[in-house]
């Protein structure tokens, strides 16, 4: 399972705990919250492969058959700014955008596997666009009906037919 921006480990560390058979990989920018992850990983007692590495140029040759990631969802202009550098690069797309996290899930995950993204409702439609351009299909989208702020979408390769 490959986290795409995974910040502090908290997903990684959750799923870890759940699954404990599963190999898992996480990869950030940001050096200090590898830092973090791997921290909060041996805090927990687990074997959690963290990497400080850009999604834009990431690829593992094996692939992975889960990718999740919450990605930074506010585009540059929109919102307000957190005095925080960490957190606006994580939540903006300073960084990446939309674009490179749907490459670099094209990149990473194995033919007819699943990845899930947390992205808000009103960046449906370019989600669709970006993911059509790599042959990618949200397969369903699930709601999160207590702040309405974002959805779960997920996402599978298209089947080719011969």
Not at 39 to 64: T, V
Not at 118 to 131: G, S, T, V
Request: glycine fraction near 4%; proline fraction near 6%; aromatic fraction near 6%.
């Amino acid at each position: 399972m490959l986290d795409l921006g995974c910040g502090s480990g908290i997903v990684a560390v959750m799923l870890a705990l759940q699954r404990p058979q599963w190999q898992i990989v996480g990869i950030d920018i940001q050096a200090p919250l590898i830092d973090l992850a791997r921290k909060n990983a041996r805090l927990n007692s687990l074997d959690i492969k963290f990497l400080c590495a850009d999604l834009k140029d990431y690829h593992d040759a094996e692939g992975f058959d889960l990718i999740v990631s919450n990605p930074p969802w506010l585009t540059k202009d929109s919102g307000r700014s957190s005095p925080s550098a960490s957190k606006e690069q994580s939540r903006r797309e300073i960084s990446c955008d939309m674009h490179d996290v749907i490459a670099c899930l094209s990149r990473n995950l194995k033919a007819g596997k699943d990845a899930l993204l947390l992205y808000p409702p009103q960046r449906f439609e370019q989600l669709k666009a970006e993911c059509a351009q790599y042959l990618l299909d949200i397969k369903a989208t699930l709601f999160c009906a207590e702040t309405q702020k974002h959805n779960i979408y997920h996402i599978k390769p298209l089947r080719m037919t011969p």
